[in-house]
Structures are given as C-alpha cells and as structure tokens.
C-alpha cells in the first residue's frame, strides 16, 4: 500500500514573511509589493512575479524551503514517455502535476501548488493503483508547461478531432439522405465541437512554443499553419482544405467578424485568459485565389513592459536615451521597419517615466501592452479617430507626455512638432531604415529644417537578432571572413564600449541546439540600436538640408555615434547573438 501523501509547511510564519526572512525580498520591496497589488486586484505572489521583484524559479524554490519539499527544474530534463504515460495528460493538466522518475516502486513527481488537496488526492489514487511510492517535489508553472508541451504533441490532437470531423459528417450526411435536410455541414461544422478543439489547440500550442503569429494558409490541396518564433515562421502543422472554410468561420466568430463576407480583408480582435494569463489576438483575414488566409498576432498583456537593459540597450545609446527621457519638452522617435521591436520600447520608457505626478496619454494602433496610470486610446479610422484627430482632442487632454503610435502623415506630423514646441515630451514612431533617415524622411513631409532642430531631442533605430540559448552555447573561432567583418565594423567604436573584448583574439558564439531551444541553437530575441542626439552640429546640418549621408558621417566621426550593426557585432562578441544574425538584421 502507498504511502498517503500530505504537505505541510515548515515554518509557523506566513509565507511572504518567510520571503523577507529568507532573503528572497526584502522587507521595502514587500510592503509596496502588498499596497500595489491590492490597489490593483492582483494576487500578491503573481504581482511579486510579474513586476520583477522575484523570479519565478526563485519564488518557486521558496515554497519548496516553506513546505520542505525538494525543488526540481524540469525545463530541460529529458523525461521518458512512458513514465508521462503512467498519469493521463487531462489528469496532469487538471491537478498540474508530472511524474518525472521511476526509482524501483519510488515515483519521482512534481507539482506546483503543494497546497492543492485535490491534487493530493488524485496523486495519492495514482500511486495507490500502481502501487507506488510517490516523492513529492516542487516545481514551476513555467516548468510544468514546458513538460506538457512535450507529452502533448499538436499533430496527435489534431487528428483526434479531425475524426471526429469526419465520424460527424458522415453522420450529417446519412442524416440529410433520410430527412432531406438543407442544412450546409459547413455551417454545422463551425459551431461543432471538433473545429472548435482544432482552434483552441492552435492557439495553445502557439502561445506554449511562445510564437508571436499564427499564420492560417490555404494551398489548392491542404491548410498549412505556421508559427513566427523569435522572428522566424516555423510550420507547424497541415490540414485537410475540407475543414479550413470552417476553421477560417470559427476564428471570424471569436473577432465579432463577418462571417458571410469573404472577399474583402477583414481585421478583428479576440482575448482569452489562459493558466492565468491574459492574452489579446489581433486577427486579420485576406482573400486571396485559393480562400481567406488568416494571420493571428498574440499579444501577451501580462507580462508588462520590459525595462530598456532588458531589452538590449547599453553603453552610450543607453546614456543618450536616459537624458532625452527626462528633458521636459522635445520629440522622441524610434525608427526601424515593421516588427523591429519599436512599440516594446517606447512602452519601456513609459513605463519608467509613469509616475503619480505626471500625466501620460497615447494613441495606438493596437494598444499592445496596458500600462497602469497611463491613458491609452485606440484609434479607429473608420470612425474618424485618426493618429492626427486623435493628437489634436489629446492637447485639450493637459498632458504631459505624449505617445503618438507612428506619424504616418504630414498633418500627424506637424501636430507632434507643435505639442514637442510647446512644452509636451512627444514619443512616435516612423518607418526609416535608419536613425538618421527619420529627418530628411520629416523634412521631406513638410516640416521645415528650423522647426525640426528645434523640437527634436533624439532618434533612434532598433532592429530585433535572435538570442544564442545559454543552455547550448559554445565558443568558437570566426572564420576568416567574419573576423574581417568585425574588426572593419569596429573600427570607429570608442575604447570604453570594447571593455573585455580583445580584438586581437577575436571569439565568437553559436548554439549547438539543445530541448530548452527546441534545437534551433537560439531562444529568445534582443534589440541592437543606434542613437542620434540632435547637437549644435547636426542642427547645422539639418538646416543646411544636408543629406542623410553627410548627417550620419558627421554623428560618427564627431559625436562617436554606435551604428546598429556596431551594436550588434559587440552584442556577438559578448556571445549575445550570432554575427551572422546581425548580418541577416541590418543588411541594407
């Protein structure tokens, strides 16, 4: 007979005191922990999490010392099928547990709430029916997840409800040949249950593989689904065509779109809380010869914005961004193409310039992230809510900074140069491929040189590199070829941003590929940026109508200006990112 499971707490003291005795937070940083999450109707541990005050895996190991159980990492542990076999993946997924070791009768599991009776309960059935002993350990919800992604395999569940597709139309049929019914099976099938666990199980899969798009794509024969991962479209699955009429149907239900209406572009919006997260789709349908292909963009409202170290900032693009954030007046503009990453930290320096004293207001296209005391809008064109109508009610707004989402006009952009003149910090956005490209692209809009000399504080331009895995990542020699690359790239940097790289024994990194990576050799992605601080001498430029080319000579030689892939070769040489991804993010 196994022996019955129970967890109990170590210490007598509750558990946020035992955080603070521990170590894990200090004693500041828990009060305003407490005040912040209870003005905001959050749990004091998510909160504590998410607002960076502790890591998950530490907080994690925490109640493993309150409740004595061992802490296990089961991101990386390769775990045999059939131990995941021994508990059903509904039971793991009801109660989040996984066994993870056999020992003999001794069965290694691990759950993430040791406080969840019922999960005991149905541990306690498990070992008693296959007459083990369980040792309990602790673990993550992030490490449970990445264990459930590898016991759930997308393709199998699909096809599970692919027959049920089919059991289901061929009832349908037999049933119209008795009754003579008229009813289309594909309008049936959009609102039966199969489709709608096709769906659901997409987008699960998505948001666990951490993808930032699922592409929904018709071919004359099938229906491809792809994922965009760290910036790259992997596919991920292949589908009958039969059923993609009633899959592209069931995603229109979810955006409150027209079903009927297939042969214009449509765009819409859906939310879904999944395991406690709160997340946005952004969907657009577009016709094209061979059905309506559908893009679907995750955006992850829980998890805040980043702060600019995070996101890649250094050195003297870091110095420059801090001191044009804090001026009280001026424009702020971020450049860089579609997807580079331009938004993320524009919400980064928000969020660190979001204080009681100060009165933000934005207008997005989507808002992406929410940010507490911040008044956001999204602007809606067909309404006539435009970046620029919307800029003009936002100054009879008191504000005192100003996000604008992109200037896309000559009028958006005059009204951000006049709120920048009279006294408002203005944040925008604008499609250049280059920081410098921002001011002949303005000039060439209508602002005239004087006006913008006068408002403009600084520009800068991002472009987004995939990040080498830390668990896989090996040091290696450049070839001849890359070595060349990156003393030439070097060769006008300053001395104090080359601190701890020798350029005389150059090394460089790459990933091997490895489970955590899903043996792509990169997790995750970084910025590589470029800033320009409008000077005395570049404003004699810019009123002299200087090309962009004489403006970013002059901002390298004379004001020591880091181009981006100057950025992104030291970013390598730390073993960030790979040269050969910088090459691929900044090549003209």
């Known amino acids: 007979m196994a022996d019955k499971v129970i967890v109990a707490p170590a210490k007598s003291l509750s558990f946020d005191s035992f955080l603070v005795e521990k170590g894990f937070v200090t004693k500041e940083n828990l009060i305003k922990a407490r005040a912040e999450s209870t003005t905001a109707h959050r749990n004091l541990f998510d909160y504590l999490v998410n607002e960076r005050y502790v890591s998950e895996e530490d907080l994690t190991q925490a109640r493993g010392l309150f409740f004595n159980l061992p802490y296990v990492d089961l991101r990386n542990k390769t775990i045999a099928k059939e131990i995941l076999t021994i508990a059903s993946k509904d ?11 056999l020992e003999g009768s001794v069965l290694k599991v691990a759950l993430t709430d040791p406080t969840d009776l019922a999960a005991l309960e149905a541990l306690e059935f498990l070992t008693q029916k296959h007459r083990y002993r369980a040792e ?6 992030t490490s449970f997840r990445a264990v459930s992604r590898k016991s759930g395999n997308i393709t199998s569940e699909v096809t599970e409800a692919l027959e049920e597709v089919a059991q289901k139309e061929e009832a349908d049929v037999a049933k119209k040949q008795v009754k003579h019914e008229t009813v289309e099976t594909e309008q049936k099938l959009t609102d039966e249950a199969p489709i709608s666990k096709i769906v659901d199980v997409i987008i699960r899969h998505a948001i666990e593989a951490r993808a930032s798009d ?13 994922y965009r991962i760290d910036g790259v479209l992997h596919s991920s699955l292949i589908l009958p065509k039969s059923v993609h009429s009633a899959i592209v149907s069931r995603i229109k239900i979810l955006s409150n779109l027209k079903i009927d209406e297939q042969r214009l572009p449509q765009d819409g919006r859906f939310h879904i809380n999944l395991d406690g997260k709160s997340i946005d789709f952004r969907v657009s349908t577009f016709p094209t010869v061979v059905g309506e292909k559908v893009v679907l963009r995750i955006l992850d409202k829980s998890t805040g914005a980043p702060t600019l170290e995070e996101l890649g900032v250094s050195g003297r693009r870091l110095a420059s961004m801090s001191e044009a954030i804090t001026k009280p007046h001026g424009m702020f503009l971020m450049t860089g193409p579609t997807g580079s990453g331009k938004s993320t930290t524009l919400y980064a320096i928000l969020s660190f310039l979001n204080k009681p004293g100060v009165n933000i207001v934005t207008l997005e296209d989507p808002v992406e992230y929410f940010i507490d005391g911040v008044n ?8 006539g809510l435009t970046f620029a109508s919307g800029l003009r009610s936002i100054l009879r707004q008191d504000p005192n900074i100003i996000m604008v989402g992109e200037i896309r006009d000559r009028e958006t952009a005059e009204l951000a140069v006049n709120s920048a003149l009279t006294g408002h910090l203005v944040f925008s956005t604008l499609h250049t491929n280059s920081a410098v490209g921002a001011i002949p692209r303005l000039i060439d809009m209508g602002i005239e040189p004087f006006l913008l000399t006068a408002s403009l504080n600084l520009v800068a331009a991002q472009r ?34 080359l601190t701890g790289i020798d350029l005389k024994k150059l090394k460089v990194y790459m990933g091997r590929g490895c489970p955590a990576c899903g043996n792509t050799g990169f997790k995750g992605r970084i910025g590589i940026y470029e800033t320009v601080i409008v000077s005395k001498g570049l404003q004699n430029l810019i009123n002299d109508r200087q090309p962009a080319v004489k403006i970013e000579e002059y901002a390298v030689k004379e004001e020591k200006m880091i181009l981006m892939a100057q950025d992104g070769v030291l970013k390598a040489l730390r073993g960030i990112t790979t040269v050969e991804e910088v090459v691929r993010a900044t090549k003209e």
């Open 136 to 141: 309990i350990y602790i673990t993550s919800i």
């Open 214 to 226: 699922i592409h929904i794509e018709p071919s004359e024969e099938d229906l491809r689904v792809r």
């Open 91 to 101: 039971t793991m997924s009801n109660y989040k547990f996984v066994p993870f070791e």
């Open 464 to 497: 987004l590199v995939r990040k080498i895995c830390d668990k896989c990542r090996v040091e290696k020699e450049p070839s001849e070829e890359i070595g060349q690359y990156i003393r030439g790239k070097l060769e006008t940097v300053a001395q104090e941003e």
């Open 376 to 383: 956001q809008a999204q602007i809606k064109p067909e309404i």
